[in-house]
């Protein structure tokens, strides 16, 4: 079936850095553009980070572009999110999500990952 | 950057109930609007796209309206699994931008 799986997440001291990844299966992962969405305990969604079906285009939310860089190999269906000088407000559960559709990123997100935790505490 | 509000914040109801939320953009974004429903400790699930189109595999007691840069989810005959958060997001343009959510629950 369709599934996007993150990994990665773990408890990481403020300052330091870490990698997150998806893993895709059940469609042809070279063909969608994919996002990275966070969620802080308690608090809404906020997106992070774009990246085009061929990796040629990149687009990052303020709160952490310079930080992070989301990366993607089609040979191995998976996508990254690196996340550098990570700080505590960074805590949260971190989605990879497909776009609905291949033809425009204009009609929202279709598949989810279940999330992986980030824990940014000294 | 484009900044999405929602109304009201949370709402109480009971089954077989009708549940309007609005979702306001501060500037156009044309048709450009998915609605997400999120149950606790799970992730988003995509109800509409395009304002008013219905996600494949969606109820159809679930629909969406758009008017200016007003736009609004409807659940038709509430059910016990429709108990959760409801998050806009604006699909016009980077940076993307969601909803601060609307919590349904129970009455």
């Known amino acids: 079936q369709v599934q996007l799986v993150e990994s990665g997440g773990g408890v990481v001291q403020p300052g330091r850095s870490l990698r997150l990844s998806c893993a895709a299966s059940?469609?042809?992962?070279?063909?969608?553009?994919v996002f990275w969405v966070r969620q802080a305990p308690g608090k809404g969604l906020e997106w992070l980070a774009f990246?085009?079906?061929?990796?040629?285009?990149?687009f990052y939310a303020d709160s952490v572009k310079g930080r992070f860089t989301i990366s993607r190999d089609n040979s191995k269906n998976t996508l990254h999110l690196e996340m550098n000088s990570l700080r505590p407000e960074d805590t949260a559960v971190y989605f990879c999500?497909?776009?609905?559709?291949?033809?425009?990123?204009?009609?929202?997100?279709?598949?989810w990952g279940q999330g992986t935790t980030v824990t940014v505490s000294s | 950057d484009i900044q999405m509000t929602q109304s009201p914040s949370s709402v109480s109801a009971s089954v077989g109930d009708r549940v309007t939320i609005t979702c306001r953009a501060s500037?156009?974004?044309?048709?450009?609007l998915a609605w997400y429903q999120q149950r606790p400790g799970k992730a988003p699930k995509l109800l509409i796209y395009?304002?008013?189109s219905l996600q494949s595999g969606v109820p159809p007691r679930f629909s969406g309206s758009k008017s200016g840069t007003d736009f609004t989810l409807t659940i038709d005959s509430l059910q016990p699994e429709d108990f959760a958060t409801y998050y806009c997001?604006?699909?016009?343009?980077?940076?993307?931008?969601f909803g601060p959510g609307t919590k349904l629950d129970i009455k």
């Open positions: 500037q156009d974004i044309s048709e450009w």
């Open positions: 990246i085009s079906y061929d990796g040629s285009n990149t």
């Open positions: 059940g469609f042809a992962f070279s063909d969608y553009a």
């Open positions: 999500a497909r776009e609905a559709t291949t033809v425009t990123t204009n009609f929202g997100m279709d598949v």
């Open positions: 997001q604006q699909a016009n343009s980077f940076p993307l931008t």
């Open positions: 395009a304002a008013s």
